[in-house]
C-alpha cells in the first residue's frame, strides 16, 4: 500500500500511471521488437512536467522530489523497460548533472530546456576498456587556446542520437600522485568531429537509445566544462548514487508488470481441474514475489528521502540498486516460470521483461561494483 506517499507523490503516481498505460504500454511490444525509440512520448511527457520531475520551477522544472521521480520512473518502467530506461538516464544523467554542479550560464543555456522536455541531454562515461573502472578512461581532453579539445571514444551510451549534448568525461592531465585527473565536459552532438552511431543490437531495453561515440579533435570552449575540472570522477561518482537510486525504481516498475501479469495468468490457467493459483507452490512464488517488490520498492523511497533531506545516501542507493535489480531478475524469471510454456512465447509478454530487466544488473554500476561500494561503506 501506498500509504506513506503524500498527496502530491500519491497524484503523480496516479498521473503517470494513466500517462504510461495510454501512451506507452500498448505500443512497448512493438517497439522492443523494432528496436524503436519513442520521441513522440518524449515529448509528451515533456508536456507533463516528467523531464524536469525533480528540478526547482526557476530551472523550468516541476519542483518535485526524488521520491516523485522514483515514482514516475517505476510507472513508465511498469509500462516499457526501455522507455523508462531512456527516461531514467535523461533526467538523472543528462540534466541532473547540470543542476548539481553546473554554472548558473550553464543551467540556464543547456539545464532549462531539458527540464521542459525540449531537448534531451546524455552522459558519458563508459569506454570500450574503461567500464566498472571508469578511472581507466582513455578519452583526452587537452586545452589549446580558450578551447578544450577531444579525442575518444565512448560505448552503450543512452540516449545521444536524439540529445542536444552529451557531458562527456575525460583525461585533462596527472595530479602530483600520477593519477589521472578526470574533468567533465559538456558537448554539443553538433560539433564537428563528433560522431554518434547506434548499431547496437540489444538483448533487451530495445526501445532505448543506445549509442556509440568517437571524438576526434572535437573542440569545445572552456566554459563547457562542467564543474571543477579537478573533480570530475568525484562529480560522476555522486551522478551515479542518483541515477542509481532511478535504476532500482525501474527494476521495481518492470518485476511490478511481471508480477502483475503472472498473478492475473495464475487464476485464469487451469490445470489438474482448477486455477493454478490454487496449488501452493504458485501461491509460494506469487507471495515471495510482492513481498519482494514490496521491500525493494521501500528501499527505492528511502534512499530517495535520504537524498531528499540532504543526507548521505550512497550505501542506501547502492543498496537499492543491487537488491531491486536483483530482485527484478529474479521475479521476471519466477514470472515465465508461472506462465510456463507461454511464459516462453513473445505474445504473453513476460519474456521481455525478463530481458529488459537484466540490465538492470549492469548498468550504472553492476552487482558486483554495488557490492563494493557497499563494503567501502562499511569500512571494510
Ligand atoms: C543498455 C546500456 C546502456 C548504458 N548506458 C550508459 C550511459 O548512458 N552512460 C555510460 O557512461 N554508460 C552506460 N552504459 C555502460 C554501463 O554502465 C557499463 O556496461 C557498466 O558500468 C559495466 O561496465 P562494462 O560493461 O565495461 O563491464 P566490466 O567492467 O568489463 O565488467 C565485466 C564483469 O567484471 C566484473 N567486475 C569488474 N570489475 C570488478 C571488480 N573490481 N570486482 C569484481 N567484479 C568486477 C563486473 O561486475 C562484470 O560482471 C550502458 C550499458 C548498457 C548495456
Redesign the pocket.
Known amino acids: 500500500m501506498d500509504f506513506s506517499l503524500t498527496k502530491e507523490q500519491q497524484m503523480i503516481k496516479e498521473m503517470v500511471r494513466d500517462f504510461a498505460e495510454k501512451e506507452i504500454a500498448p505500443y512497448a511490444a512493438k517497439w522492443d521488437e523494432e528496436a524503436h525509440f519513442p520521441l513522440d512520448v518524449f515529448r509528451k511527457m515533456g508536456e507533463l512536467g516528467l523531464l524536469g520531475l525533480p528540478f526547482p520551477e526557476k530551472y523550468g522544472g516541476a519542483g518535485g522530489d526524488t521520491i516523485s521521480y522514483a515514482i514516475a520512473v517505476e510507472e513508465i518502467g511498469r509500462a516499457c523497460g526501455g522507455t523508462g ?1 531512456s527516461y531514467a ?1 535523461a533526467v538523472s ?1 543528462g540534466a541532473s548533472p547540470i543542476y548539481y554542479f553546473g554554472t548558473e550560464e550553464q543551467k540556464q543555456k543547456w539545464l532549462v530546456p531539458m527540464a521542459k522536455g525540449e531537448t534531451l541531454g ?5 569506454e570500450p576498456n ?5 578511472g581507466g578512461t582513455r578519452t583526452t581532453a587537452v586545452l589549446d587556446g580558450d578551447e578544450y579539445v577531444i579525442n575518444g571514444e ?6 545521444a542520437q536524439y540529445a542536444r549534448q552529451v557531458i562527456v568525461t575525460a583525461v585533462t592531465g596527472k595530479d602530483a600522485r600520477g593519477k589521472n585527473i578526470i574533468t567533465a565536459l559538456i558537448v554539443p552532438t553538433d560539433s564537428p568531429g563528433f560522431t554518434i552511431r547506434s548499431n547496437y543490437d ?1 538483448m533487451g ?1 530495445r526501445a ?1 537509445n ?1 549509442c556509440e561515440l568517437v571524438f576526434e579533435n572535437v573542440r569545445v570552449p572552456k566554459e563547457n566544462v562542467l564543474g571543477d575540472p579537478q573533480k570530475g570522477f568525484k562529480q560522476f561518482l555522486y551522478t551515479l548514487d542518483g541515477g542509481r537510486i532511478s535504476i532500482a525504481a525501474l527494476a521495481v516498475g518492470i518485476a511490478q508488470a511481471a508480477f502483475e501479469k503472472a498473478l492475473q495468468y495464475a487464476k485464469e490457467r487451469v490445470q489438474f481441474g482448477q486455477p493454478i493459483s490454487k496449488f501452493q507452490a504458485i501461491q509460494f512464488k506469487l507471495a515471495d514475489m510482492a513481498m519482494e517488490i514490496e521491500l525493494a520498492r521501500n528501499m527505492v523511497y528511502k534512499a530517495a528521502w535520504l537524498k531528499d533531506q540532504g543526507k548521505p545516501f550512497t550505501k542506501e542507493a547502492s543498496f537499492a540498486k543491487l537488491f531491486a535489480s536483483e530482485m527484478g531478475f529474479r521475479v521476471c524469471n519466477q514470472a515465465i516460470q508461472i506462465h510456463g510454456g507461454y511464459g516462453y512465447m513473445k505474445e504473453y509478454g513476460v519474456e521481455r521483461h525478463l530481458r529488459d530487466v537484466k ?1 538492470m544488473e ?8 554495488q557490492r ?1 561500494v557497499i563494503a567501502r561503506q562499511l569500512g571494510c
Open positions: 530506461l538516464a544523467l546524455a552522459f558519458g562515461l563508459t574503461a567500464g566498472s573502472d571508469a565512448k560505448c552503450w551510451i543512452t540516449n540489444k531495453v532505448s543506445t540490465l549492469i548498468g550504472e554500476g553492476t552487482s558486483e561494483i563494493l
